[in-house]
């Protein structure tokens, strides 16, 4: 599962250069630029591989640990 992770930050990080939209007027649901809603979408998509890769890919070592150093 980590490498699916890993592969959704790299996708995400390649779709994220949105050129396509720059010259496009059009407005979805008739106020947002079809470019800002993209990177709106491009976003939640972002927040949800981070909340997976917090599920999926957290080191067990660190569960039960407090914050401070070790000793």
């Known amino acids: ?3 699916a992770v890993w592969i959704t ?3 995400l ?3 994220h250069q949105d050129f396509w939209w720059w010259d496009d007027g059009y407005l979805v ?3 947002m630029p079809i470019g800002l809603f993209y990177q709106a ?3 939640l998509a ?5 909340y997976l890769a917090t599920i999926y890919s957290w080191p067990a070592e ?3 640990t407090e914050g401070g150093p070790q000793q």
């Open 9 to 11: 930050i790299v996708a």
């Open 1 to 3: 599962m980590k490498q």
């Open 29 to 31: 649901f008739g106020f």
């Open 13 to 15: 990080l390649i779709l």
């Open 41 to 43: 979408c491009i976003s």
């Open 46 to 50: 972002a927040a949800i591989t981070w």
């Open 62 to 64: 660190l569960e039960g």
